[in-house]
């Protein structure tokens, strides 16, 4: 599963954004504007960025809606992302920067960033969807977390998110356990 430049950047991006919400034992990662701007470092955006707490708020807020992707299958994941464009004001535009080809954005520049944001997610997911990929949309399989993550294994395999170590963690598991059933 190959995506073009733009949707690669843009799932990894909402990906990184979903994984910010509080899990488990995990912490709620974006709070701060100290923590938005360790977001944004790894997941830049371009045009206006006011780094302001109403920006931040707004951001938090669309987290909850973003997420229910995850929860979700491709038929049933086309009204969310009808839902987000329309509320977002989607208007695709071409556009070339930063040494990157031609690519769509899917509002201006001076869109709020969260609404920049929303649309970007699904827009992405436009091209999930388009595909008949959507099976590689994932929520880790790790019984302590509940991270999500796109599957790019080449076979649709994978079943551990990137953000902690889950997959060791639950082969230890799995073997300390088939350890203790042998010598018990």
Not at 139 to 152: G, K, L, N, Q
């Amino acid at each position: 599963m190959v995506f073009i430049h733009d949707t690669a950047r843009s799932l990894a991006a909402v990906v990184d954004l979903v994984n910010t919400l509080p899990g488990h034992d995990d912490p709620d990662r974006l709070t701060t504007l100290a923590e938005l701007d360790v977001y944004l470092e790894a997941n830049p955006y371009t045009g206006r960025i006011r780094r302001t707490q109403a920006e931040l708020d707004a951001i938090r807020d669309i987290r909850p809606r973003v997420r229910r992707l995850w929860d979700v299958g491709r038929d049933d994941a086309v009204p969310l992302v009808n839902a987000m464009l329309r509320d977002g004001g989607a208007l695709p535009q071409l556009t070339t920067h930063d040494g990157y080809d031609w690519h769509i954005h899917g509002t201006s520049d001076d869109a709020p960033l969260a609404t920049r944001m929303l649309v970007e997610a699904a827009m992405a997911f436009v091209d999930v969807i388009r595909s008949d990929e959507y099976g590689r949309v994932r929520v880790c399989s790790a019984d302590d977390c509940d991270a999500v993550y796109i599957d790019y294994s080449r076979n649709g395999s994978k079943r551990y998110c990137d953000t902690g170590n889950c997959g060791n963690r639950m082969n230890v598991n799995a073997y300390r356990a088939r350890k203790a059933r042998e010598t018990a």
